[in-house]
């Protein structure tokens, strides 16, 4: 099946070359005016000018007039925990009363809470939750994700979300990357044990997330009060001899350390990244190491956001993400991900595009198939109402501006 689409006001992100964009780069967004875009199948087959658009062409299937509107990559948010049971909003109000996230955590509520829950919900019901969210952030613009366990805290609980997030590849349009995030915070079973805990991580469940296949990556929350640099290092290096790339929780409420090690250990990425010194910003911008920047997290904590004009100016690569989960961010909607980042970090929309797009696509390894117009690329795209220019999408924050999706040549919803 072929669709031509013409008439298009702008193609946006349009390059031949995938690379991972860092410091001033990522301020250029290369893009077609008035522009036609076809794709075959599930892939993108080419793109042009309507001026240069060809005469003698053969006649697709279908045709679609996109006059006034703009057509972007799809998102590609590459940090979520979106397999979760249930909700956290009694938290959400202790926390407007005066309590802060590590006070609760210390009470026992927090990640643990999110585990009792998940512990007593079954497979298909955890299942069923996490494809409405799935289907939510689809129609939202989300093409590609990546997806945490992290509220098991068992073996079986970890192995029964690492489960659904499998059943959610197989069954969903949506390219899905899996990580595996035991190491999310202590059970109170192993609260004074660590060792312990690090070693069902390692003898006991690491061995079966290989033999089953059920993971990519190694997630750990390197952060004061949960897992420490040394403790990360040693579950990461484990992960890596089990074929998991880390792509870990760094800096979010301290200085932890995680980003240095992260760096260390050739991380994919490092997320969060509230709470940065000189120091880490420095090491950050002279790796290949992604640091995936997650606003929402920051906003509904009511922290500081990112420092990234000081990450990008240093040349880092930075990417943005959701981080949709139940306690720091109740939502996976990246379009206000971009806004919040254009107008709490002071980030060029352009860069929130592409931190949102291609990098957000090599921050889950799939630069080379994902998250810009390329020919041969996935043909995941969103096309906006229309809008008076690029910059209205994050200007005009909350607005539904998307008219429609694509993933993988087939519309969504
Ligand atoms: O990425 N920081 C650690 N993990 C999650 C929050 C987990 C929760 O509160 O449920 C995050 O923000
Ligand atoms: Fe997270």
């Known amino acids: 099946m072929a669709t031509l689409i013409t008439n298009i006001r702008q193609l946006v992100n349009v390059r031949e070359k995938n690379e991972l964009l860092r410091g001033q780069s990522l301020a250029v967004l290369p893009s077609i005016d008035h522009a036609w875009l076809l794709i075959e199948g599930n892939e993108i087959a080419g793109y042009g000018t309507m001026a240069e658009l060809p005469s003698n062409r053969p006649i697709p299937e279908e045709t679609i007039d996109a006059t006034g509107q703009f057509v972007l990559p799809a998102w590609c948010d590459s940090h979520t925990h979106i397999v979760f049971a249930g909700s956290r909003e009694g938290e959400f109000v202790d926390k407007i009363r005066g309590l802060s996230y590590a006070e609760i955590a210390a009470r026992g509520g927090g990640i643990l809470n999110s585990a009792r829950k998940l512990r007593e919900t079954s497979e298909d019901e ?56 035991g190491a999310h915070t202590y059970p109170p079973e192993f609260k004074e044990d660590h060792q312990g805990y690090i070693d069902l991580i390692i003898r006991e469940m690491l061995p079966v997330i290989r033999q089953e296949n059920l993971a990519d990556y190694i997630d750990v929350f390197c952060e004061t009060g949960f897992f420490s640099p040394e403790e990360t290092e040693t579950i990461c290096k484990a992960g890596m001899s089990f074929g998991l790339k880390p792509k870990i929780h760094a800096n979010q409420l301290n200085l932890s350390g995680g980003t240095q090690t992260g760096v260390k250990l050739g991380a994919i990425s490092v997320d969060h990244l509230e709470t940065m010194d000189e120091d880490a910003i420095k090491t950050l911008a002279a790796s290949n190491t992604i640091g995936t920047l997650l606003p929402s997290a920051a906003f509904f904590l009511r922290m500081p956001f990112q420092p990234a004009r000081a990450l990008i100016d240093a040349g880092c690569a930075i990417a943005l993400a959701s981080d949709f989960n139940p306690g720091s961010s109740p939502s996976g909607n990246m379009n206000l991900v971009v806004s919040m980042s254009c107008i709490q970090m002071k980030m060029l929309p352009e860069e929130a595009i592409n931190a949102a797009t291609l990098n957000g696509a090599w921050a889950m390894e799939l630069g080379n198939e994902l998250g810009s117009i390329t020919t041969g690329k996935k043909a995941n795209l969103i096309f906006t109402r229309p809008i008076p220019s690029l910059s209205y999408l994050p200007y005009a924050f909350g607005s539904p501006l998307i008219d429609k999706v694509m993933v993988r040549g087939e519309w969504i919803g």
Do not use: C, D
Request: charged residues 30%.
């Open 126 to 181: 955890l299942f069923n939750q996490a494809w409405k969210r799935l289907e939510e952030v689809s129609k939202q613009g989300t093409g590609a994700i990546e997806i945490k366990s992290g509220y098991g805290l068992t073996v079986e609980s970890e192995l029964k979300m690492l489960r659904v997030i499998r059943k959610l590849k197989e069954r969903s349009s949506l390219t899905i990357r899996a990580s595996f995030l």
